[in-house]
Structure formats: structure tokens, C-alpha cells
């Protein structure tokens, strides 16, 4: 388990823990090798067809700005040096780059633990995500678990939707103005992130590369605007994924990120099921959970667990601070 964290706040247990998170850095991952067979998730149904993403996914590089000359004096004016500019923002690859550099490539691997997916992480602390997938039966947000949250000072990672974040705009820019809470991306349609449309549990994949880029590039422009920074992870829907469709992500600035403990089963557990799954979590664990499915087992679950757990001394983790460091120049 993590280092002790009850010792030291019992005095004032939210404040010293809100102290800690106020340094909270948006740092990024290396790709992690796959462990473990998982099962996973019902929670987020497929619903609509999503209607076709702008091509404002694209996005440009900014321009940078112009040097500033530097000096007090005539006499010193031959030395002087200009400052130099800042170096340009990094252009997102465009969709073309993407069909372009992937054209050909067949996938060789698919599902939940496919190469380059971060199913656990290497350092101390578990780390919670919580889905929130959009949809007609899943665009309702379970505002128990993030009170439950708050209460207990406990960091956590959010993969937002499109459908979700259109469906609930005032509300996504309120948990990404919490700093207990890390946006990351859920996908545009919530679909398998694939090249050749591979479905699980009857939802078909992206069909190639363009609509593989659609779906991790679709939702970057809100959620940034959400979150105040692009986001650093994706979780497909289903969380299935092929190898190409996470060197997609991975071009786009994002590492794909699964599981290694599924704390709800797409929020169809009791308070008791979810309390047995979460409770086991320990350093390094990748906890699956769903806010968006009000009335589950998943916010009861959570607020026996979670309590006990501090009380064990487990500390928990936002992403940004659990995968090894790597910017998204995006």
C-alpha cells in the first residue's frame, strides 16, 4: 500500500490534503506494457450517431511572438542581444497526416490489453478514473460520488465524452475547475478505437484511421476549454482498442489508458460488489469506475471503501502524477 497520509492531517485532514493538490502539474505518460486479464463494462451505451466532427479537431500551431530587443543605452547598444522567442506550438497532425501515415497498417492485436496501453502504473498510490460516456442513457452525472470526492480530499482522472461534455457543458467546466479532478478524453462516439470498425459488445469500432482520428481528435477543442489544458489520456469506448488506433492516440499527443481493477462493472455493481473490487486496490492500481449512472452501487461503494482505505494509509493519485512524465505538444 502507499505511504501514510491519515497520520499527518488529522488536524485538518481537506486542508492540508487541497494544500498538497494546489501544486497539481499536468504532466503526461509513457506508454506501460499490458497486465492481468480484466472484464469490463456496460455502462456506456452506444445511443446516437454523433453528427460529423469539425475539421476545427485540426488544430494550427500559434504563431509566435516577436523578439524584443534588450538594452539601456547607446553605448551598450552594439552588445546587446534580443530575447529570443518563444519556439512555436507544436501543429496538431492534420487528419490527412494521420490517413497518410497509417495508410496499409493492419492491426495485430485487439481488445482490452493491447501493447502500449497503461493498465497499471509504477509508482505509489491508486489511482481512480471515473467515465462519464454520453448518450441517451448515459448523460446524467452522479453528483454523490463527486461530493464524496471533495469530502475525503481524494484526487481522481475523469474520461469526458463528447456526447457527455455537449450534453453537460456548465457542469464539465466545474469538475475542470476542480483541482481534485485530471479531464481526460473519452472518445467523440464512444466507440472502439480500431482501423478496420472491430466491435465489442455489439459496438463497431472506428472503421479506419480518418474515423480513429476523428474520435481522439473530435473532443480535444472542448475538453481543452473545459480543463484549461489539452488532454493527456484516452479511454476509447468499451476500452477496446487495436495497436494501430493506440499509435493514432499516441501521434495525437495521448496515451491510452485502461485498467487493472474494474470497480463497477460499467456501474451494474452493488455497493458491496464495488466495495470488494475497489478495496483491493493497492499501489499501482488503475481503478475503472462510472460517474455518470446516478442511483448505482458505484457512489455507495466508493463511500464505504474509500474512508476505510485512508484510514489503511493508501493514497491515491491523479494520472498527471502516477505515469511517467511526457508532454502532449499539443
Known amino acids: 500500500m502507499g505511504g501514510t497520509q ?33 472484464s ?7 445511443g446516437e450517431q454523433a453528427q460529423e466532427p469539425s475539421r476545427s479537431a485540426e488544430a494550427s ?18 552588445t546587446t542581444e534580443a530575447t529570443p522567442a518563444a519556439p512555436p506550438a507544436a501543429a496538431m497532425p492534420s487528419r490527412q497526416d494521420i490517413v497518410d501515415r497509417f495508410a496499409g497498417r493492419v ?3 485487439f481488445g482490452l490489453e493491447v501493447p502500449g496501453v497503461a493498465l497499471r502504473h509504477p509508482g505509489e498510490g491508486v489511482a481512480l478514473t471515473f467515465d462519464l460516456c454520453g448518450g441517451p442513457q448515459g448523460e446524467k452525472f452522479d453528483h454523490d460520488l463527486w461530493k464524496l ?73 472542448a475538453l481543452t476549454d473545459a480543463a484549461g489544458a489539452a488532454p493527456l489520456w484516452f479511454r476509447s469506448g468499451t476500452a477496446h482498442c487495436d495497436d494501430v488506433g493506440v499509435a493514432i492516440a499516441e501521434a495525437l ?61 493508501v493514497t491515491f493519485v491523479q494520472l498527471a502524477d502516477a505515469l511517467p512524465s511526457v508532454r502532449n505538444p499539443y
Open 6 to 38: 491519515v497520520d499527518s492531517d488529522v488536524a485538518d485532514p481537506l486542508g492540508r490534503r487541497r494544500q498538497r493538490l494546489a501544486v497539481l502539474n499536468r504532466r503526461g505518460a509513457l506508454r506501460l506494457g499490458a497486465a492481468g486479464a480484466v
Open 40 to 46: 469490463l463494462l456496460t455502462a456506456c451505451a452506444e
Open 61 to 78: 500551431a500559434e504563431s509566435a511572438s516577436s523578439p524584443t530587443a534588450v538594452g539601456t543605452s547607446d553605448a551598450d547598444a552594439a
Open 107 to 109: 492491426p495485430s492485436t
Open 149 to 221: 470526492l471533495q469530502e475525503l480530499a481524494i484526487p481522481s482522472t475523469f474520461f469526458v465524452n463528447s456526447r457527455w461534455l455537449k450534453a453537460n457543458p456548465t457542469l464539465a467546466r466545474e469538475l475542470g475547475a476542480d483541482p481534485l479532478i485530471e479531464i481526460a478524453n473519452h472518445g467523440h462516439e464512444h466507440r472502439p478505437l480500431t482501423v478496420d470498425g472491430r466491435a465489442a459488445y455489439g459496438i463497431a469500432g472506428t472503421r479506419d484511421a480518418g474515423a480513429a482520428y476523428d474520435e481522439v481528435a473530435a473532443p480535444v477543442p
Open 253 to 313: 499527443g495521448q496515451v491510452v489508458v485502461n485498467f487493472s481493477i474494474n470497480g463497477d462493472a460499467g456501474a451494474t455493481f452493488s455497493a458491496q460488489q464495488v466495495v470488494i473490487e475497489v478495496d483491493r486496490a493497492g499501489d499501482g492500481d488503475i481503478v475503472i469506475a462510472h460517474a455518470n449512472r446516478p442511483g448505482s452501487g458505484t457512489a455507495g461503494g466508493m463511500a464505504l471503501a474509500l474512508p476505510a482505505m485512508l484510514e489503511r494509509g
